[in-house]
């Protein structure tokens, strides 16, 4: 059965410093999503993309994310300069469509900011 | 953003039915009733979703009340890996389709 899968699993990064998390949905989808999730609290959405731009983006996704599917394949998270909060796990989900399809999650990269 | 009320938790005997409750008294009619669960150390995961009947899969099994304000996740036999927290969650048909996780219900299973 066709999944999402990202790379890394895990990122350790100093404060500061830029970081790219990598997903690769599953391949008709056209539906992309990132998430996050800090330890022990509930999953919170980032941002949704589709046909290429952001469909809508939550009040964490400020001007340090941002996100691109550079090729037909990837579709990357970017975080310009890290901070100690960004430590969570970041999961990707894909869908074919909208409220008729499931989102399919990655098993998620956890971010560790030092 | 259509909300969804669940029991913060439920316990159930191993090789039982498990019936999980969610309540959705503000649901839109293009609003479709999805169902997720994330086990420890991995990403949320698929379980079924429906509109309007009553739907079944190889997972569980959807029961949607006739008036759509609450929706009931039946596990039809409960084994040690189904200890999860199960989410019940809205899917808009527009606006990028995102889903908003709430606390969801911490299910365990006693062997």
């Known amino acids: 059965e066709p999944e999402v899968t990202q790379t890394p699993s895990h990122q350790v990064t100093q404060m500061g410093q830029e970081v790219i998390l990598r997903c690769v949905p599953i391949?008709?989808?056209?539906?992309f999503y990132w998430y996050r999730q800090i330890l022990g609290q509930k999953v919170e959405f980032l941002v949704s993309?589709?046909?290429?731009?952001?469909?809508?983006k939550s009040e964490i996704f400020d001007d340090q994310f941002s996100v691109e599917r550079p090729d037909g394949s990837n579709f990357t998270l970017k975080i310009r300069s890290t901070k100690l909060e960004d430590s969570a796990m970041y999961f990707c989900?894909?869908?074919?469509?909208?409220?008729?399809?499931?989102?399919?999650f990655g098993n998620g990269t956890r971010l560790t900011v030092t | 953003d259509a909300k969804t009320t669940q029991p913060n938790s439920m316990e159930s005997n191993e090789e039982e039915p498990v019936h999980l409750p969610c309540n959705h008294s503000?649901?839109?009619?293009?609003?479709?009733i999805h169902w997720y669960r994330q086990l420890p150390s991995q990403g949320p995961e698929y379980v079924i979703h429906?509109?309007?009947s009553n739907v079944n899969n190889r997972m569980a099994s959807l029961a949607i009340a006739e008036d759509r304000k609450s929706s009931t996740l039946i596990l039809h036999r409960a084994t040690l890996r189904d200890a999860a927290v199960y989410y019940c969650?809205?899917?808009?048909?527009?606006?990028?389709?995102?889903?908003?996780f709430g606390q969801g219900t911490e299910l365990s299973v006693k062997p």
């Open positions: 993309f589709y046909n290429n731009e952001i469909s809508e």
């Open positions: 503000t649901i839109s009619g293009t609003d479709y």
């Open positions: 391949s008709n989808h056209l539906y």
């Open positions: 969650i809205l899917r808009w048909n527009n606006q990028g389709g995102k889903l908003i």
């Open positions: 429906g509109l309007t």
């Open positions: 989900a894909s869908s074919v469509d909208l409220g008729n399809s499931p989102l399919h």
